[in-house]
Structure formats: structure tokens, C-alpha cells
């Protein structure tokens, strides 16, 4: 097949590894299963851009193009403070005319079978229907997150104040009953300018083609089947899902944390990190540094330089940080250092959770680290931060039971006597065994949907034949 006779698919990721990430593991199984031709379409959030994401392009695959959009210049309307969706929305309003301009000249070189955004992008609903195009969402979250958005409008109207006040639980179909104060954080503050423009980008999401979600029927049944019950309003639902990181995008190890790991045994390590852009408060760094002392487990520790002021502040930009292990409590290291491996910023996560010496991860509850956890059958303490990880945390606790959570004392902390309790519980108790059993099961799971025949498999062709379908009728 010839370049000008491949089906050619734009995919356009919002700002953030969390994003990027599981839509280029979409996109190389749109080429390896489908034969599809794919470009990236990249909003860049800094200059130069986070390490992280200047390494893993570099390391794309050849047969992938990609047209790196530079950041806009600050026009004092980028809202530091509004947190990483607000923050991401705006980066990419900046971005629309520079995103028309590259559709622009894609189409009159290729013919495009569809478009791929994800939620921060719906604002290009508009803009990409003036080129006749099939628009796609990637919805790189939970199921339970996507019908959840579907309810919002919902919710919104018959609801009275904020919602973490409701007396109730909602109780989405098939799903586990969901509090307000597990909502996610757009959805906390219903006077706030997020909130409003989260609300407004809910009633947009039935006005896309199709909805690619990165879940799977097994371990969502209840929430999958209620997005694909007939509901006019709703574009049609495909969980294509788990689709993770593959240990090929990874750089050399600098740090030495895989020799490290080589060298204990077998499912002892606790995996210890909190995302692309989790971080700590400064009380908070210390405790869980105590409280994995106290727990005397091993453990493999990707600090972040701890911050007072947000849970996130490295999401969109991960430079320009004080040094994570000045912060941690004085001779820590030197008391560790048997069992204990801190290291700073970032690691390979996948070869790590594919590692046979790690035995749970500590972790926010992003939705990437999950799937990833679940297709290496790795048992989990759910430690949520921002966006839509106390819900998450949730599902994984109460729902799949695959994860234990910490309880915060009476200030809000999670002391060192919780931690070492729910850490101690994890890799040796009674508990721990349950969780790392239900983990297997799932991973299973999660393989099946993949593999020949599978859940997954099939539903990723479906969408590929619409695909197909669409670019033909056009080149008629
Ligand atoms: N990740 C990684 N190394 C790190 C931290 C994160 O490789 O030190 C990867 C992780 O494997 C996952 C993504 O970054 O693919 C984080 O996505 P997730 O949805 O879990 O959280 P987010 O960063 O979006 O909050």
C-alpha cells in the first residue's frame, strides 16, 4: 500500500505525559493492527519542553510524523492557579489557530480518515468540522470518569450547593456509589470558572463521532454497558482498552535503579511514585519517608520536590525544581540504604511494574498507572492527589478490590503509623495477599481483552473499518 493510498488519522494529545503517552500506544496499534498513517499534532505546554517529553518523542518509532506546536507567549491569561485541567484547557485555546493551520496543510497533502482529540481538546470540535472529517475522543480515563461526565448536566440541575455536601451517594448504573467529595476537582467548586467550563465541554462531548475509552468491558462491565445502552445523546462508546506504555519507549536507566532492583528478591519492592506530576505537601513528603522507615519494607522511591501550595504544580512544566532529597528528614538515606532506593523525578515506570522484584506500588491513582498496574497484576495502595483520583481510588478500593487505602488523621494527614501499618498490610498480611490474588485475576483479564479475539481487539477494528469506510466514501 502507498502512502497516498494508507488511511491517514491526526491525533491531537493535550499537554502532559499522562496524555501523550497512552494516545502514541493508540496510535502504534493503529499501525501494526490497522495499517493506518498517523500524525501528532503537539501543543507544547513550556519551552523547552519537560525532559520526559523531549525524550520519549525522540524515541517515537520512524513511521510516526509529528508537528510540535511551540508554546503561545503569556498573555497573563494562562491561570497558574486553576489547577492542571484548567490550565490545560487554556494551553490548548491558545493553540487553535495554529492547530487550523496544520490541519490545513495536512489535508491538502492527505486524505484524513479521522481526527483524534481527547477531552481537554473538545474546543476543536468546531474548528475540525470545517474539514469534513470524522472526529474521534480519546478518553484516556476510567468509564466510570467518562459516564459520570455524561450525568454531570444531570447533576447540575438538581443539585443545590456543592456536591461533597450531598446527602447521598450517586449511584451511576452498574458502577459503585460515588460521594461528592470524591468527585473530581473540577467539580468541587461549582462558583469557579473550571467548574463552568467543565460543565459547558460535558454537554459537548455527544457531539463527537465516537468515543475511544481506555477501559475494558471485564473490569468495567457496569459503567461500559450503561455508555452503550441506545441513548441518542450520546455518540457511540468503544472500550479499547488497556493500552499502556511499552518498556521500548524507555531511556537508558541513569540512575541505577534497575541494577538495584535486579538485586532483591522477588516481589519485595514497594513501588513508590505519584505520577507525571503528583507532589506532596512538605508534612505529608516527611511522613511517607518516615512511615516507609518504620514499615521496614523495601521500597523504590521516585520523590518530587515536595510543594505547600498544590498537589501538581510539575504537571505541565516537570523542570526547574529544588532538589527532591534535600527535603527528605535529616540521615534518612544513610538509615535506608539497605532496603531503599529514593530516586529523584522519574524512572522507566513500566520496567519497573514488569519487574519480578516489585510486589505493590504506592500511587495517586492516575488512570495510565493503573492500567498499568492491572496488565502487570501488581496489588496497589491508593494514595489520590488531583483530577479525577479519588474516584478512581474509589473503584480500585471498593469496586475491583485491588487496592488498599490509607486513612488521613484528624488534619488531613497521612501519618507515619498509617503508612508503615498499610504498607506492612500490603507485602506481608492477610490482606495484602487478597489484593495481590484479585491483581492476577485482573491482569488475566486485562490480557484477554487484548489478545486475538478479545474484547479490546475487536472493538478497536470495529472503529477501524468506520474508519476505513469513512475515507473511501470520500475519495468516490
Ligand atoms: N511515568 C513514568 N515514570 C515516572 C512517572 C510517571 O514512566 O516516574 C509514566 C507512567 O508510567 C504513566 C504516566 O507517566 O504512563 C503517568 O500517567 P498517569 O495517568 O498515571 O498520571 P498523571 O501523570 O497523568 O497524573
Not at 498573555?75 to 492547530?99: K, R, V, Y
Not at 511517607?288 to 512544566?317: H, I
Not at 484528624?410 to 507515619?416: A, F, I, M, V, Y
Request: aromatic residues 8%.
Amino acid at each position: 500500500m502507498s502512502r497516498q493510498e494508507a488511511s491517514h488519522v491526526v491525533m491531537l494529545p493535550s499537554p502532559g505525559m499522562g496524555h501523550l503517552i497512552p494516545i502514541v500506544e493508540l496510535a502504534k496499534l493503529l499501525v501494526s493492527h490497522h495499517r493506518f498513517l498517523i500524525t501528532f499534532i503537539i501543543p507544547s505546554s513550556s519551552s523547552p519542553p519537560p525532559k520526559a517529553q523531549e525524550a520519549f518523542l525522540q524515541s517515537l518509532p520512524e513511521y510516526f510524523d509529528y508537528i510540535l506546536l511551540p508554546p503561545p507567549l503569556s498573555d497573563g491569561s494562562f491561570d497558574e492557579n486553576g489547577g492542571p485541567e484548567a490550565q490545560i484547557c487554556l494551553t490548548i485555546t491558545h493553540f487553535l489557530s495554529l492547530i487550523r493551520v496544520a490541519l490545513a496543510t495536512l489535508t491538502k497533502k492527505v486524505t484524513l480518515a479521522a481526527v483524534v482529540i481527547d477531552p481537554f481538546g473538545i474546543d476543536i470540535i468546531d474548528l475540525a468540522k470545517g474539514f469534513d472529517v470524522l472526529l474521534y475522543m480519546h478518553f484516556g480515563s476510567a468509564a466510570i470518569n467518562l459516564l459520570f461526565t455524561f450525568h454531570l448536566p444531570r447533576l447540575d440541575e438538581e443539585v443545590e450547593g456543592e456536591y461533597r455536601y450531598m446527602q447521598n451517594p450517586v449511584i451511576l448504573p452498574g458502577c459503585v456509589p460515588l460521594h461528592g467529595k470524591d468527585f473530581a476537582d473540577p467539580f468541587q467548586q461549582r462558583s469557579s470558572e473550571t467548574y463552568k467550563r467543565f460543565l459547558d465541554q460535558c454537554k459537548r462531548f455527544n457531539l463527537v463521532d465516537g468515543i475511544l475509552v481506555n477501559s475494558f468491558i471485564e473490569l468495567e462491565p457496569g459503567a461500559i454497558r450503561a455508555l452503550q445502552d441506545d441513548d441518542p445523546r450520546r455518540p457511540p462508546v468503544h472500550p479499547i482498552g488497556p493500552i499502556i506504555q511499552s518498556v521500548l519507549n524507555c531511556e537508558v536507566d541513569g540512575s541505577g535503579y534497575l541494577n538495584w532492583l535486579n538485586n532483591q528478591p522477588s516481589g519485595s519492592v514497594l513501588y513508590v511514585s505519584f505520577g507525571s506530576g503528583g507532589t506532596l505537601s512538605c508534612d505529608q513528603f516527611h511522613e511517607l519517608a518516615l512511615g516507609l522507615e518504620m514499615s521496614e519494607q523495601r521500597f523504590l522511591w521516585v520523590v518530587r520536590t515536595p510543594n505547600d501550595k498544590s498537589s501538581c504544580p510539575s504537571y505541565c512544566n516537570a523542570q526547574g525544581e529544588a532538589d527532591p532529597l534535600e527535603f527528605l528528614p535529616d540521615g534518612f538515606l544513610e538509615r535506608t540504604e539497605i532496603r531503599g532506593l529514593v530516586v529523584p523525578s522519574w524512572v522507566c515506570q513500566i520496567q519497573v511494574l514488569s519487574h519480578d522484584s516489585t510486589g505493590g506500588f504506592l500511587m495517586h491513582c492516575g488512570w495510565n498507572s493503573t492500567l498499568e498496574s492491572i496488565m502487570h497484576g501488581v496489588p496497589l495502595i491508593a494514595w489520590p492527589l488531583y483530577a479525577e483520583q479519588r474516584t478512581n481510588a474509589v473503584m480500585l478500593t471498593e469496586d475491583l478490590k485491588v487496592a488498599l487505602r490509607p486513612k488521613a488523621n484528624g488534619k488531613g494527614l497521612l501519618d507515619r503509623d498509617e503508612v508503615s501499618r498499610v504498607v506492612k498490610v500490603l507485602m506481608e498480611g492477610e490482606e495484602g495477599k487478597r489484593v495481590r490474588e484479585r491483581a492476577k485475576e485482573l491482569k488475566d483479564l486485562a490480557n484477554r481483552a487484548l489478545g486475538e479475539g478479545g474484547s479490546s481487539r475487536k472493538a478497536m477494528a470495529q472503529v477501524a473499518i468506520k474508519w476505513r469506510d469513512q475515507r473511501c466514501s470520500r475519495n468516490q
